[in-house]
């Protein structure tokens, strides 16, 4: 058994460089026999030793070299460039940037997962921001910082910042395989939700007969002007929804709200508000409905247009 040697930074590590590694060792387990010659064994190196790291295998976030063909993986230098959108590599991006289409089989799930992962752990590595805050003292809780929670070392025990990254990686790596599973769905269910619209007369209510997930639906109808509601069924049990198309991804504006009066209300006062008999349920922010009939979810999304 060939051992593979991944060699990157000690101390304190962040997102980018065990992410990094994460991809790499999901690119190695895949297609280690292909581009090792055999089966293979990974060792994790952490360091700042220029002699070693200049003898391992593969070198990710240090060592001042980006040169994929010799497996040297570092952002740190002068002169790497940007993706289109103007957003900078780290050593994660360019990573995936090599390796990325392979482990996904196909350049649309590996171009997904970078946009709705990769860039803006590169971007935040880098020191650009992506996104401004709204009200004062709060930000949203980044995967960066799942992964610093893990530069936290309790005392009186045996844990090290190296054993930690070896958790840290793991963790990433469980989520990057998930991810890449649920993009490669998801791309599937794009493609249903298409031919759907395509085939639906009104295209103001969009009826969705099996579960599809929400980014799947919204990603797909926020690109046409017609659709304003999803009938859908629940996953979870028998019941179905009024779902009101956001204007984009990402968004808590609707294209149109569910009529004020239903805010909050739910059983009863709900079915006399709306004269649906098996209406049990509306949001108080009126971005979704529920009914225990897919008759009764259309007849809601119908009042909805009035």
């Not at 840290?168 to 249903?192: F, G, P, S, Y």
Request: hydrophobic share 40%; glycine share 6%; proline share 3%.
């Amino acid at each position: 058994m060939k051992k593979i040697e991944i060699i990157t930074h000690n101390g304190k590590f962040h997102a980018d460089d065990v992410c990094a590694v994460a991809v790499l060792k999901i690119w190695i387990e895949k297609n280690g026999s292909k581009n090792f010659f055999g089966e293979t064994k990974i060792e994790i190196i952490r360091t700042r030793d220029a002699d070693i790291i200049k003898s391992g295998d593969i070198a990710v976030d240090v060592g001042g070299i980006y040169n994929p063909a010799k497996f040297r993986f570092d952002h740190h230098q002068n002169g790497l460039g940007k993706r289109l959108n103007g957003i900078p590599y780290a050593a994660f991006g360019l990573v995936w940037k090599e390796y990325g289409e392979e482990i996904c089989g196909s350049p649309e799930i590996a171009e997904e997962i970078d946009a709705r992962i990769i860039q803006s752990i590169d971007a935040l590595d880098n020191g650009v921001n992506i996104c401004e805050p709204v009200f004062p003292n709060s930000r949203p809780y980044l995967f960066s910082d799942t992964i610093d929670a893990f530069n936290f070392l309790l005392k009186g025990n045996e844990e090290s910042l190296d054993k930690n990254f070896l958790a840290a990686v793991d963790l990433t790596k469980n989520i990057l395989e998930r991810e890449i599973k649920k993009a490669r769905a998801e791309i599937k269910e794009k493609e249903l939700i298409k031919k759907i619209y395509e085939q639906t007369e009104d295209k103001r209510i969009i009826i969705l007969d099996r579960y599809y997930s929400d980014s799947a639906w919204q990603k797909t109808l926020e690109k046409y002007p017609e659709p304003i509601y999803v009938v859908r069924t629940a996953r979870e049990n028998k019941l179905w929804q009024v779902r009101a198309i956001k204007k984009m991804e990402g968004s808590f504006e609707s294209c149109r709200d569910l009529p004020k009066k239903w805010a909050g209300e739910v059983d009863a006062e709900l079915v006399r508000r709306t004269g649906v008999p098996d209406a049990i349920f509306c949001h108080n922010k009126r971005f979704i409905a529920v009914a225990r009939s897919k008759e009764g979810a259309l007849k809601l999304a119908r009042l909805a247009l009035k």
